[in-house]
């Protein structure tokens, strides 16, 4: 009978451990992930100057618009007759806004957008923050023929004439494209949080500052390589189409003012210094140059697309000035892409501005946040200057 009882003790505790030590089920790996999450967040931060909400779930609105204008510039000298001429050429796209929605836990989440404005071609971001790093993404893709054309004329060194300022549409579109990664490491992250500013998951509490290291890549195209536009290429020297890959980094400081609870006003300025800037020219050889000293004449003939050479064996025919030659000039025009030229420039300077404002209330909150970055690269005697920012209003609620 003891024999009995004890068989049916130990079957009934091999039965509960069994129990015990059952396989988890996808809810309760969920309910571990949760619990990691809440676990880290919490234990990253000094709870007197951040505070960790404990609803964890966030549901935000956004309303974003998104700006890329693009300076070019050019200088080209004519020796034989003791000028030289400035033009930029200025490319103000429309602004990309847009509405979306965005769900997610803590500090990871996905969002959702729908464009609002025509033309103003394609954007795509995505960030993502912690206690000490950040990562933001975005690409912009668009192409734009309205652009305004700055223009001074110098003779033997003195200012001739005016200067031109004029709106006008290129003949065939610009293309240009950015791709913009950034990340940065917060040194004082236990008392100074981005996200507070700028995503709202973790609210702070008091006043605080830290140094912030921050890396960049970017890089981007600038394409206006169509027969149409061949006055412009050859004003530029020959140059159509050109590509940009930098690498920056840099160490900024960002300071969190907190007047009284729940509003916070983020400021962080960063100058970043550009470690490898390559920049590939793309040429477009063609059967037309700078104008020189002697006016164009009748007897190059016409072009042979075959030799590519004109009927009196020169390779090249001056650019005319007249007006009434120049559509002459897009009858005869042949242009074909040479080997391009790669190019690493030396250390360039940028900037990185960014301001976020943030008001929490019961369960709700709303922000403001706006980021600025401006691009250089130059070849030769051309240069383009990009200035990329961007402005998001959000409306959230903590579940």
């Known amino acids: ?27 309760d ?46 200088s080209i000298e004519i020796p034989e007759w003791g000028e030289s001429t400035d033009w930029q050429m200025c490319i103000e796209p429309p602004v990309s ?29 995505f960030s993502s923050t912690g206690a000490k790093y950040g990562i933001n993404f975005r690409l912009r893709r668009f ?17 001739e004439g005016a200067p031109l300022d004029t709106a006008f549409n290129m003949p065939a579109p610009v293309w240009i494209r950015s791709v913009y990664i950034n990340g940065y490491y917060v040194f004082n992250g236990r008392r100074y949080s981005q996200a507070a500013a ?39 020297h020959n140059i159509g189409k050109i590509k940009v890959h930098q690498a920056n980094i840099g160490v900024g400081y960002g300071y969190n003012w907190v007047p009284f609870r729940g509003f916070v006003v983020n400021a962080l300025a960063m100058p970043t210094l550009s470690v490898y800037n390559r920049v590939k020219a793309y040429t477009f050889d ?15 003939g016409n072009w042979n ?27 005869q025009f042949d242009f074909w892409e040479t080997e391009p030229e790669t190019t690493y420039s030396a250390l360039r300077l940028n900037l990185d501005l960014r301001l976020g404002i943030a008001y929490n209330w019961k369960d709700y909150f709303i922000g403001f946040q706006a ?23 959000s409306l959230g609620v903590r579940l």
């Open 1 to 27: 009978m003891v024999g009995r009882m004890i068989i049916c003790c130990l079957l009934f505790s091999l039965g509960a451990a069994a129990q015990e030590q059952k396989t988890p089920t996808f809810l």
């Open 29 to 74: 790996r969920i309910h571990q992930v949760q619990q990691f999450l809440d676990d880290r967040a919490k234990k990253k931060v000094d709870p007197d100057y951040i505070e960790v909400p404990d609803k964890p779930w966030r549901a935000v609105l956004r309303y974003k618009e998104n700006m890329v204008d693009v300076d070019y510039d050019n």
């Open 97 to 125: 806004a847009s509405v979306g929605f965005w769900v997610g836990y803590r500090g990871t989440g996905l969002s959702i957008s729908k464009s609002l404005a025509k033309n103003a071609g394609r954007y795509y971001s």
């Open 143 to 159: 192409n734009t023929s309205d652009v305004t054309l700055h223009q001074t004329v110098y003779k033997n060194g003195e200012v």
């Open 198 to 236: 700028y995503n709202q998951s973790v609210i702070q509490r008091r006043s605080a500052g830290s140094l912030v290291l921050g890396a960049t890549w970017y890089q981007s195209s600038f394409d206006y390589s169509d027969y149409e536009n061949i006055i412009f290429m050859v004003y530029s």
């Open 286 to 300: 063609c059967n037309y140059s700078l104008p020189v000293l002697d006016e164009t004449d009748d007897d190059y």
């Open 305 to 331: 697309k075959e030799t590519k050479r004109w009927e009196n064996g020169a390779t090249h025919k001056p650019m005319p000035y007249s007006e009434e030659e120049k559509n002459y000039v897009l009858d």
């Open 371 to 393: 980021q600025y970055n401006n691009f250089i690269y130059k070849k030769d005697q051309s240069k383009v200057n990009i200035y990329d920012a961007y402005a998001r209003f």
